[in-house]
């Protein structure tokens, strides 16, 4: 049974995800020789005033927060093509126009930053205030959300397609 917390599902191109795989096994091969860095400057004496052991262990938990963040997301990324549906959903390219001017318009992409690099649209997450207020929208339909700087701002849905990246 859903209880409606379920996160929305990240879809990732065959291409993507080969891509954020082969980062994730760069990053845990690179566990041995940033343990070792740790080591050799443990070695260099008193903690308290190392800072190339501090900087050591800083990148060390960099790398393990990137580890668990991209396991985590391939365990539970679809990979291919996002089902069409009727409605704006994580996966798809968005087109909308601002403040009932339909000559302002801007095309985007709904999803993960981490499919960034795979296309040149701009990408805005679900979880934005522009994400939120379209999510689930149809085309024709205007919605409004409130921006970083506090302005309201009105924006139009004029169509919207799964990505194929």
Not at 27 to 35: E, F, K, S, V
Not at 74 to 91: C, F, N, Q
Not at 105 to 113: A, I, K, N, Q
Request: hydrophobic share 35%; net charge negative.
């Amino acid at each position: 049974m859903s209880t409606g917390n379920e996160a929305p599902a990240t879809w990732l191109s065959q291409d993507a995800y080969d891509r954020l795989q082969a980062e994730l096994d760069e990053h845990i091969a690179n566990r041995p020789a940033i343990a070792a860095e740790i080591n050799a400057r443990r070695e260099e004496g008193d903690l308290r005033e190392n800072g190339g052991y501090h900087a050591a262990r800083e990148e060390q938990g960099k790398a393990e927060g990137r580890i668990r963040y991209l396991q985590e997301l391939l365990r539970t990324a679809k990979v291919g093509e996002a089902p069409t549906a009727d409605a704006v959903s994580p996966g798809m390219v968005v087109t909308i126009y601002f403040d009932d001017d339909a000559n302002d318009t801007e095309t985007f992409l709904l999803g993960s930053r981490e499919i960034a690099a795979t296309t040149d649209l701009t990408v805005y997450s679900p979880e934005s205030a522009l994400g939120k207020a379209i999510l689930g929208g149809r085309a024709g339909q205007t919605c409004t959300y409130t921006a970083p700087s506090g302005a309201d701002i009105k924006v139009t849905v004029v169509s919207f397609e799964p990505f194929s990246g």
